[in-house]
């Protein structure tokens, strides 16, 4: 008997159907190249051992080993500049010279002065000494009148006159001696008054009291000068060598000693030749300086220079490129390039040779690392030399993920 087919049950048959052949399609084994997800293009870089400098980057300004800013000590009208505004200067070179002619005049007025002291010291001390004279002959006189007198062979009266006259010359003895004392006094003061109008007139030749470089000058030949003004004429700096102040936390100031090496950006390196003896409260900070050869003369005081200062020579220890390390909930970690087996086509029973082709994974290492440079990292623990780690590429890796090498490099992805 022919049972009539129902349209709802055909369609609940052809959907079935459908079922049926994508659930077997999906049991199958599909090609390689649909189960396996493309390789990804790294680049790597090798672990290195070597030395590293452990370094904190600094930021100092150029100060002058010496700086003097060069004022007039007598007034006059300037009327000879004897250098080039930013010229190299030696120590006691002429700067700048003033008209001598007043002091010049001072100093001769002194010399006369200090002539007639002399003059009337030797007068004073030609007085005492006919003074001394005088008195002595009255005192031997004055005792041998006054033994007659005693005797009764003269009078009382002459006696006493000889002995009154004795007395009188041995006071102006005194007074003579007082004179001289006075005479040295003024000659004294004289000869002190030469020897400043002498240094006065010295100092109309300014000098420059150290060797450097001398800045702009205020005024020309011609303009008035007076002593001791506020304002310097100009300003000389010791360029060579030539000083770095900059500040170091204070929790590095156990490991700072003298002679540190300081490298500056512009390529000079120097030394570390001062640390301050305080920290400053309001930067925990403590001042630092490092001296510089400067030959080149590039380092001009006020200037603001970057750097780093060299704290300790780590002796062979591990290296990698800073831009390979990546941080992960469990801390900084990188991605090692391992060699691995893969399967080959053949399905399993088909009797199929199973042809597997050596090819790259990336496997996350965790790292405990060591100080920092401008480009490489120290690393403790968690590698070993010669292994390989990804630089390029690596953000877009997973654990296992399969990678390649660019051409220059795919010569080293077997080994």
Known sequence: MNVPI???????????????????????????????????????????????????????????????????????????????????????????????????????????????????????????KRSRAEARQARQRANRYGSLGSQGAVSVDLAEQFRSQALSLEATVLSRESEVESTRADLAAARAAEANARLNLERTTIRSPIGGRAGQLRLTAGNLVRESEDRPLVVVNQFRPITVQFAVPQRLIPRLELGLKVTLAAGDWGQVSSIDNAVDPSTGTTAVKATFANRSQHLVPGAYVKGSLQL??????????????????????????????????GAKGSGAIDNGAKAMVATPRQLQLGPTGADQVVVRAGLRPGERVVVKGQFALSPGSTIRLPKQQSGQGSK
Not at 41 to 46: G, I, R, T
Not at 68 to 93: H, L, M, N, P, T
Request: charge should be positive; glycine fraction near 10%.
């Open 6 to 128: 129902r349209p709802r049950s055909l369609a609940l048959l052809g959907g079935g159907l459908v079922v049926l052949l994508l659930v077997t399609r999906g049991c199958w084994p599909q090609g390689e190249e649909s189960k396996r997800k493309p390789a990804v293009l790294v680049s790597l870089a090798p672990v290195g051992l070597g030395d590293f400098d452990e370094t904190f980057p600094i930021t100092g300004e150029v100060k002058p080993l010496a700086s003097a800013a060069i004022r007039s000590q007598v007034s006059g009208v300037v009327q000879r500049v004897y250098f080039r505004e930013g010229q190299d200067v030696k120590a006691g070179q002429p700067l700048i010279g003033i008209d001598p002619s007043p002091w010049q005049a001072a100093l001769n007025q002194a010399i006369a002065n200090r002539n007639r002291a002399i003059a009337k010291e030797r007068v004073a001390r030609a007085e005492v």
């Open 312 to 345: 300790e020579r780590l002796k062979q220890v591990l290296l990698i490129p800073q831009i390979a390390i990546q941080t992960g909930q469990k801390g900084p970690f990188v991605y090692v390039a391992t060699s691995t087996m893969t399967k080959g086509n």
